[in-house]
């Protein structure tokens, strides 16, 4: 199930995701997003509902000292919090020793961070990201829209995604983010 959409535009993080929800050949149109706000991070989930709740509701994101490296934030302190999180949950799986969660995008900074099943933190340097069943079509999107507007190419990403793939259903959230909230109260004023 699912495309959740990532793109790096200039101080923005822009992400967009669909709302089907999937179990098997039935399909349904979910009224809770998978793209959400916690604290300064916007999150894009796939792999499970309940995930994403936790990630939305339970999540506390841990602060970040200035001079810590973002990459090595997200790596320690962020996936962190995300396991514990899971973990308390009762969402997180072992086996043979080996702890998984799930698939999810976060734009934190004006950067895009893919974090996978196994807890890996990763930075596409195109870019531009996506997860899910529909990934393919909209990184094919993507690839194809550059320079156009950065909402209309996650939305036409989705729509692609939708287009060919039976796991990916409008409506669709699309949100941004700016590369650090302060900003927005400098522009304000």
């Known amino acids: 199930m699912t495309c959740i959409v990532g793109l790096v535009e200039g101080d923005r ?3 967009g995701g669909d709302s089907a929800g ?3 050949l039935d399909i349904t149109v979910r009224a809770d997003t998978k793209v959400f706000r916690n604290g300064d991070c916007l999150i894009g989930f796939t792999s499970s509902f309940r995930m994403g709740q936790l990630l939305h509701y339970r999540l506390e994101v841990p602060s970040r000292d200035g001079g810590t490296d973002l990459f090595r934030y997200m790596v320690v302190d962020f996936v962190d919090a995300v396991r514990n999180c899971l973990k308390d949950g009762g969402y997180a799986h072992r086996s043979n020793d080996v702890e998984t969660g799930g698939t999810f995008m976060v734009g934190l900074e004006g950067r895009l961070f893919t974090v996978q099943s196994d807890y890996q933190v990763g930075e596409a340097v195109r870019g531009f990201h996506a997860i899910g069943c529909g990934s393919d079509y909209a990184l094919g999107s993507l690839a194809s829209t550059a320079g156009q507007p950065p909402e209309e ?17 409008a ?5 941004s983010s700016l590369r650090r909230p302060q900003l927005a109260l400098t522009e304000a004023a």
Not at 171 to 175: G, V, W
């Open 153 to 169: 190419r996650v939305l036409k990403a989705l729509e692609c995604a939708e287009l060919f793939n039976g796991g990916v259903r």
């Open 171 to 175: 409506p669709f959230t699309i949100q």
């Open 13 to 15: 993080v822009w992400m």
């Open 22 to 24: 999937v179990n098997g």
